[in-house]
């Protein structure tokens, strides 16, 4: 099983920065693929996709986030790391680490809040 720990959120302006981190533990040699979500909280609101790397580096990013956020992995710190510029109002969520290990199981943290004032 994997665990995964976020840090680094927090309340920033428009248009400032922010890192988030997500360490991973337990059997980190099995994870797959590794990726963070968001989730705002108005109701109804679904869970969405922000970005995601492959275990071979590849990197997909949300169109709403594309040039904006950058997504890194370091598989010998078992770490993977979100770089957030140009936060932007609509940017302000819940956002959760989450991987994959190559038998499929999934494993979520427990979020970070991100909050972008205008």
Known sequence: QVWLVESGGGLVQTGG????????????????????????????????????????????????????????????KNTVDLQMNNLKPEDTAIYYCYCNTYSGTPSWGQGTQVTVSS
């Open 17 to 76: 920065s922010l890192r988030l981190s997500c360490a991973a533990s337990g059997t980190t040699f099995s994870i797959n693929a590794m990726a963070w979500y968001r989730q705002r909280q108005a109701p109804g609101s679904q869970r969405e996709l922000v970005a995601a790397i492959s275990s071979g580096g590849n990197a997909n990013y949300a169109d709403s986030v594309k040039g904006r956020f950058t997504i890194s992995r370091d598989d010998a």
